[in-house]
């Protein structure tokens, strides 16, 4: 009897440490249901890298400047035809608009402190889009401390197509040129 209450509980045990996901994998299980409900082509969806981490302070966990990043892209998409980072115009168009909406990221002292309390999951993923043509995205997830839910989710820096990531790096830049 002794040696089957023993067994029983080492079982218990072993069961509630097997449940227990990391924060990785927790992180990864995320993403992949949320690729499954909004990819056009789920199948093609294959992660390279993903990197789970606390938020912190920076610009990158941010939600109101995050918000307001997403503005800027999108109205740079609907003003201007193309982007390249190596571009001086372009860049100079992106510094314009972003002057134009700098007050939505709130005071420049407080942008690496307004910061979100949860997770940051940076993933790398091939996936094909709906002319069937395979890309390599790489995107930035902000979600809850439980890793139940999305929060926001933006497209980190490349330099061939205007994204949220590209912004926010500029912002520090615009915000030093206009206090000067």
Request: net charge positive; charged share 25%; aromatic share 14%.
């Given at each position: 009897?002794?040696k089957t209450?023993?067994v029983?509980m080492?079982t218990?045990i072993?069961v509630s440490f097997?449940?227990?996901?990391s924060?990785?994998?927790?992180?990864?299980k995320l993403i992949?249901?949320?690729?499954y409900?909004?990819?056009?082509d789920?199948d093609?969806?294959?992660?390279?890298?993903?990197e789970?981490?606390?938020?912190?302070?920076s610009?990158?966990?941010?939600l109101?400047?995050?918000?307001?990043a997403?503005e800027?892209?999108?109205?740079?998409?609907e003003t201007?035809?193309?982007f390249?980072?190596?571009?001086?115009?372009?860049?100079y168009?992106?510094?314009k608009?972003?002057?134009k909406?700098?007050?939505?990221f709130?005071?420049?002292?407080?942008?690496e402190?307004?910061?979100?309390?949860?997770?940051?999951?940076q993933?790398k993923?091939r996936?094909?889009?709906r002319?069937?043509i395979?890309f390599?995205?790489?995107?930035k997830?902000i979600?809850d401390?439980?890793?139940k839910?999305?929060i926001?989710?933006?497209?980190?820096?490349?330099?061939?197509r205007?994204?949220?990531?590209?912004?926010?790096?500029e912002?520090?830049?615009?915000?030093r040129?206009?206090?000067n």
């Amino acid at each position: 009897m002794k040696k089957t209450g023993i067994v029983l509980m080492l079982t218990f045990i072993m069961v509630s440490f097997s449940s227990c996901l990391s924060e990785q994998s927790k992180g990864e299980k995320l993403i992949k249901e949320h690729m499954y409900s909004t990819a056009y082509d789920y199948d093609s969806y294959e992660p390279i890298k993903t990197e789970v981490r606390k938020c912190n302070k920076s610009i990158w966990c941010n939600l109101q400047a995050i918000s307001t990043a997403k503005e800027i892209v999108k109205e740079y998409k609907e003003t201007y035809s193309s982007f390249n980072a190596y571009e001086r115009n372009d860049i100079y168009n992106v510094h314009k608009l972003i002057k134009k909406h700098l007050s939505g990221f709130g005071e420049y002292e407080t942008l690496e402190q307004n910061t979100y309390d949860g997770y940051s999951i940076q993933q790398k993923f091939r996936i094909k889009s709906r002319s069937g043509i395979a890309f390599i995205m790489n995107m930035k997830f902000i979600v809850d401390n439980d890793f139940k839910r999305i929060i926001t989710s933006y497209e980190t820096y490349e330099i061939d197509r205007i994204s949220e990531g590209f912004v926010l790096g500029e912002v520090s830049t615009v915000f030093r040129a206009t206090n000067n």
